[in-house]
């Protein structure tokens, strides 16, 4: 591979920019990392994947990474503007189609930011990490509370979600391996503070989820603990728009990871189908 690496900030966005020595690109990726994530945590597949004739942007979030905020305190709407900052200077600096990629989490925040951004253009999901169904909803109903404001006013940001206890990584992720190397990055957030988590997960966004119009592909894993095909299905039934969903038979939670090959060459496909739509937006 002959990918390159550069990490700097747009702003105060922490940034992982790669790209290929080889090969132009056609388009550009923000890459928005899982829970407790980061953008430097995909180096592998990042490097492989732009050699597809792309580049891909990985940021680090509010309060996770490299960000200067206390580690695991953000909000989404501070989020949001992140990558709709990210998804401006990309497009003004490279005149490149700007497309977002969410990994797990991530993915609720790369399809929720595209109505709210011209430069813009589709988006792809590994999951759809979005409040409408299963554990996430009643995480949001729960989180909604008034026990739970009233808790916050009382203890404020005390009070902390253990991500790690939560996700039970060894069923979630499932390879011994890539476990280990989670617990032993120092990068990786351990715990949001409950008043950050309850941000995310009851956002409701300026421009409703049925009322999406651009374009967006959500890859699962049919065998995804973390996100039931049949819950899949209930969130994905919400989404307007050209939205496209892939069940991936057999996969597990992580199919970036699992199934790497796989997942660039469907999300390179998906997003070349919607090049031209795109060019010509970013033209106008």
């Known amino acids: 591979m002959s990918a390159r690496a550069e990490e700097f900030e747009v702003g105060h966005i922490p940034v992982y920019r790669y790209t290929s020595s080889t090969v132009a690109p056609d388009y550009a990726l923000i890459l928005l990392p899982g829970i407790g994530g980061y953008g430097g945590y995909y180096p592998d597949f990042c490097a492989m994947h732009v050699e597809k004739g792309l580049e891909i942007w990985a940021m680090d979030p509010p309060g996770h990474g490299r960000s200067k905020l206390p580690r695991g305190q953000f909000t989404m709407e501070a989020y949001i503007e992140d990558v709709l900052t990210l998804a401006e200077h990309i497009a003004r600096a490279t005149g490149l189609p700007v497309f977002t990629l969410g990994s797990s989490l991530g993915s609720g925040t790369a399809f929720l930011a595209l109505e709210q ?56 992720y499932g390879d011994p391996e890539r476990v280990k190397k989670v617990y032993n990055d120092p990068n990786v957030c351990w715990h949001y503070d409950l ?30 603990p973390l996100f039931p095909t049949d819950d899949v299905k209930r969130v994905f039934a919400r989404l307007g728009g050209p939205v496209t969903l892939d069940i991936v038979e057999g996969a597990p939670h992580q199919v970036m990871f699992d199934r790497p090959d796989y997942f660039s060459t469907k999300t390179d496909t998906w997003v070349r189908s919607h090049l031209v739509t795109a060019k010509a937006a970013v033209a106008t």
């Open 195 to 224: 008043a950050s988590w309850r941000s995310y997960l009851t956002y409701d966004p300026p421009v409703p989820t049925e009322q999406n119009s651009k374009p967006h592909l959500v890859i699962v894993g049919g065998a995804d």
């Open 117 to 172: 951004s011209p430069h813009l253009v589709g988006g792809v999901g590994m999951g759809v990490a979005i409040p409408a169904a299963g554990w996430m909803a009643d995480a949001r109903a729960a989180l909604a509370s008034k026990g739970v404001a009233q808790l916050l006013e009382v203890f404020g940001n005390a009070i902390q979600f253990n991500i790690f206890r939560f996700l039970n990584l060894e069923k979630n």
